[in-house]
């Protein structure tokens, strides 16, 4: 269970560390959010987890449906993230956000669960690779697969919450025209971001 664990931790990490949509949340909210901003996000984005690992668990089914409508998770997702992206930019003009209530940005645990959805990589990797990970622990036991669930969180928590924590300590450093740049260069990773997953789930139908 120990190796299984160990298993999860690794592939975490593989994936927490690539920059990525849930990344440029977890810096967007520090600043202001503080360093368990980084455990919020990860919270946000477990929950979307907990769900995709009870769909596995209960039926490989959901599996090859999910799988079957890719090209339209790649659309929606890229989509979402574009306007995700466009948004971060327009809000960067104001400076450092105040955290409104009203905003994704500001939210880190709706932010953590809106980059989880809207990144179809996200998608393509739990109902692949995750999917018979996962399967393959809970052939075991469902205490392995638990196991191998844990490791995973493990990593999420762990390394979102060194990168707020890091944010959040140089928030005195940066001046608010400094962090509207930042904003701006996060957003501008997410809108290329997007259109990577649009041009990848429109370019078969298109024949790009």
């Given at each position: 269970?120990?190796?299984?664990y160990?298993?999860?931790?690794?592939?975490?990490?593989?994936?927490?560390?690539?920059?990525?949509p849930?990344l440029?949340a977890?810096?967007?909210?520090s600043?202001?959010?503080?360093?368990?901003?980084?455990?919020?996000?990860?919270?946000?984005?477990?929950?979307?987890?907990?769900v995709?690992?009870?769909?596995?668990?209960?039926g490989?089914?959901a599996?090859?449906?999910?799988s079957e409508?890719?090209?339209l998770?790649?659309?929606?997702?890229?989509t979402?993230?574009?306007?995700?992206?466009?948004?971060?930019?327009?809000?960067?003009?104001?400076g450092?956000?105040?955290?409104?209530?009203?905003?994704?940005?500001?939210?880190?645990?709706?932010?953590?669960?809106?980059?989880?959805?809207s990144?179809?990589?996200?998608?393509?990797?739990?109902?692949?690779?995750?999917?018979?990970?996962?399967?393959?622990?809970?052939?075991?036991?469902?205490?392995?697969?638990?196991?191998?669930?844990?490791?995973?969180?493990?990593?999420?928590f762990?390394?979102y919450?060194?990168?707020?924590a890091?944010?959040?300590?140089?928030?005195?450093?940066f001046?608010?025209?400094?962090?509207?740049?930042?904003?701006?260069g996060c957003?501008a990773?997410?809108?290329?971001?997007g259109i990577?997953?649009?041009?990848?789930?429109?370019?078969?139908?298109?024949?790009?």
């Amino acid at each position: 269970m120990l190796q299984t664990y160990l298993l999860g931790l690794v592939i975490g990490l593989t994936g927490a560390l690539v920059p990525g949509p849930t990344l440029v949340a977890t810096i967007n909210t520090s600043v202001t959010g503080g360093w368990k901003t980084g455990a919020r996000v990860s919270a946000g984005h477990a929950l979307i987890e907990a769900v995709i690992f009870s769909a596995i668990i209960l039926g490989v089914s959901a599996v090859t449906a999910v799988s079957e409508y890719s090209g339209l998770i790649g659309a929606i997702g890229g989509t979402a993230l574009v306007v995700f992206g466009i948004l971060t930019i327009r809000g960067a003009g104001s400076g450092v956000p105040e955290g409104g209530s009203g905003s994704v940005v500001a939210n880190p645990y709706l932010a953590g669960a809106v980059t989880s959805v809207s990144n179809p990589y996200f998608w393509l990797w739990w109902f692949s690779v995750g999917s018979a990970l996962v399967l393959a622990a809970a052939r075991q036991a469902f205490l392995f697969a638990l196991a191998f669930l844990a490791g995973h969180w493990s990593a999420d928590f762990g390394w979102y919450t060194i990168v707020s924590a890091s944010i959040h300590r140089g928030k005195r450093i940066f001046d608010e025209r400094v962090y509207a740049w930042v904003l701006r260069g996060c957003g501008a990773f997410l809108v290329l971001f997007g259109i990577s997953y649009l041009s990848l789930a429109l370019g078969p139908i298109l024949k790009i």
